[in-house]
C-alpha cells in the first residue's frame, strides 16, 4: 500500500499517515528539501540523514541536461549518485517550461526547450519526461504539466488545464507500459487552473477520473496572493481521494505549512530554507529574523533558544552574522543547515500534535508565537 491514512484530527482537516515506496516507508505530512541537482545546496547526503530528513526532491531537466543520463546510469541511479538511501521525488520540467519563457516552446504534443547551459534544442514529451524519471529510478514521478503564470487569462488558463490533463492521461499510459508502477515507483497528478475557481475543480475531477497514485495541487507560489494561494488549495482539497496523499507544490514558509496540513495536505517542498539562509534571514520559533542585521552585531545567543541543531548549539548569532558579511561560505552553509533541520522538526511538532489530536491548539499557537498573519 502506497499510503496508509492512521489518524485525522478531530477540529481541523489534518492528517496523519504513511507512505511507502521501495526505498522506505516516511511518516506523514513531510516537508521535502530541494535537491534540484542531486543536492540540497550547501549541505551533504549525511547532513540529511543527520537530522532525520524523509525525501527529497530532485528536477527532471536539470539532471537530464547535467550530468546527464549516461552518467547517471553509469552510477546506478539517482539514489547511488548522491548517495541517498531514502526516498526521492522527481519534478517533471513543468516549472521550468513555466519559469524559463526565454528557453522553451509550448505545444499540444510537449515543450521544446533551448538549454539554458549551452543553448542545445531538446524536446519533452509527457513520454520522455515518464522515461527520464524511470532512468532516475525516483520513487515519486511527477507529470508533464503546463505550469500558468499570473496574472493569466481565463483563455490561457483553460488551454493549459486542457493539456495538463492530457499530458497527464499520456504520461499514465506510458508510466505502465514501460513497467515504472510494476517497479514501486508512484505516479502523481498536478492541479492546474490558475486562479479560477470552475477550472480549478474541472482539473481536479478530471485527473481523479483518469486515476493515479497522488495528487499536486500546482501552479501555486508564482505571484498571486496568499488569499487566492489557498483559495485554489479551497477548491480542490474536497474533490481530492481521501486514501491518497495530496502535495502543495511549491509552499512554503513555515506558518503556510501550518495552515495547509489543517486543511488535509500531506506534502511540502520548497527552496525557501535554502533560499533564505543564504540571504541571511533564519527561521525561529518566534518568526524569521535578518541575521545580517546590524542589531545582531554583538549577539551572543543562538539563531533561536528552542532550536536542537548543532548551528544553535555551537554558535552565536553575531558569529554567523559576521561570516555572512564577510561572504565566507561556512556562513551560508550553517544558516541552510539551521534552517532545513528548522523545518524538518515543524514536520516532527506537526505530527505528533496530529497523533495526540491537538492540532487546533497547535496551529493556534505556533502561528501567535509566530507572529504570523494568517
Same mark, same amino acid.
Given at each position: 500500500m502506497f499510503f496508509q491514512l492512521l489518524n485525522k484530527d478531530p477540529d481541523t482537516d489534518a492528517r496523519r499517515g504513511t507512505i511507502t515506496t521501495p526505498h522506505g516507508t516516511v511518516p506523514s505530512p513531510f516537508f521535502m528539501p530541494v535537491a534540484t541537482t542531486a543536492t540540497v545546496k550547501t549541505m551533504s547526503s549525511v547532513d540529511l540523514q543527520d537530522m532525520d530528513s524523509q525525501v527529497v526532491l530532485s528536477n527532471t531537466y536539470h539532471l537530464y541536461l547535467r550530468p546527464g543520463l549516461d552518467i547517471m546510469a553509469a552510477a546506478g541511479g539517482l539514489h547511488k549518485f548522491m548517495n541517498w538511501t531514502r526516498p526521492v521525488l522527481t519534478d517533471s520540467s513543468g516549472y521550468q517550461a513555466f519559469s524559463l519563457t526565454k528557453f522553451r516552446k509550448i505545444t499540444d504534443e510537449g515543450v521544446k526547450f533551448r538549454s539554458h547551459i549551452d543553448g542545445s534544442m531538446h524536446f519533452f514529451t509527457p513520454e520522455k519526461v515518464m522515461d527520464i524519471q524511470r532512468a532516475l529510478g525516483s520513487d515519486m514521478v511527477m507529470p508533464l504539466d503546463e505550469c500558468s503564470p499570473y496574472p493569466c487569462e481565463r483563455k490561457k488558463a483553460l488551454r493549459g488545464l486542457q493539456r495538463t490533463t492530457a499530458w497527464a492521461r499520456r504520461c499514465k499510459e506510458h508510466f505502465h507500459k514501460t513497467g515504472m508502477h510494476a517497479a514501486g515507483q508512484r505516479l502523481f497528478a498536478i492541479v492546474q487552473g490558475s486562479t479560477y475557481e470552475d477550472l480549478r475543480r474541472q482539473s481536479a475531477l478530471e485527473l481523479v477520473d483518469i486515476g493515479f497514485d497522488a495528487y499536486?495541487?500546482?501552479?501555486?507560489?508564482?505571484?498571486?496572493?496568499?488569499?487566492?494561494?489557498?483559495?485554489?488549495?479551497?477548491?480542490? =482539497?474536497?474533490?481530492?481521494?481521501? %486514501?491518497?496523499?495530496?502535495?502543495?507544490?511549491?509552499?512554503?514558509?513555515? +506558518?503556510?505549512?501550518?495552515?495547509?496540513?489543517?486543511?488535509?495536505? %500531506?506534502?511540502? +517542498?520548497?527552496?525557501?530554507?535554502?533560499?533564505?539562509?543564504?540571504?541571511?534571514?533564519?527561521?525561529?520559533?518566534?518568526?524569521?529574523?535578518?541575521?545580517?542585521?546590524?542589531?545582531?552585531?554583538?549577539?551572543?545567543?543562538?539563531?533561536?533558544?528552542?532550536?536542537?541543531?548543532?548551528?544553535?548549539?555551537?554558535?552565536?548569532?553575531?558569529?554567523?552574522?559576521?561570516?555572512?558579511? *564577510?561572504?565566507?561560505?561556512?556562513?551560508?552553509? *550553517?544558516?541552510?543547515?539551521?534552517?532545513?533541520?528548522?523545518? =524538518?522538526?515543524?514536520?516532527?511538532? =506537526?505530527?505528533?500534535?496530529?497523533?495526540?489530536?491537538?492540532?487546533?491548539?497547535?496551529?493556534?499557537?505556533?502561528?501567535?508565537?509566530?507572529?504570523?498573519? *494568517?
Open positions: 499536486a495541487i500546482g501552479g501555486v507560489s508564482v505571484g498571486e496572493t496568499i488569499t487566492e494561494m489557498f483559495g485554489a488549495l479551497n477548491w480542490v =482539497i474536497g474533490h481530492l481521494p481521501a %486514501d491518497k496523499p495530496r502535495y502543495f507544490m511549491g509552499i512554503g514558509l513555515p +506558518d503556510q505549512i501550518v495552515k495547509a496540513v489543517g486543511m488535509g495536505i %500531506d506534502m511540502f +517542498d520548497t527552496c525557501v530554507p535554502t533560499r533564505y539562509g543564504r540571504h541571511g534571514s533564519a527561521f525561529t520559533s518566534k518568526g524569521k529574523l535578518t541575521i545580517r542585521n546590524s542589531e545582531y552585531t554583538k549577539d551572543f545567543r543562538p539563531l533561536d533558544g528552542q532550536c536542537g541543531c548543532h548551528v544553535c548549539a555551537n554558535y552565536t548569532r553575531a558569529y554567523v552574522r559576521h561570516l555572512l558579511n *564577510l561572504n565566507e561560505i561556512t556562513g551560508v552553509r *550553517l544558516m541552510s543547515y539551521h534552517n532545513v533541520y528548522f523545518y =524538518i522538526k515543524l514536520m516532527e511538532r =506537526i505530527r505528533a500534535a496530529i497523533e495526540q489530536c491537538r492540532y487546533a491548539q497547535f496551529q493556534k499557537e505556533f502561528l501567535s508565537s509566530y507572529n504570523s498573519s *494568517l
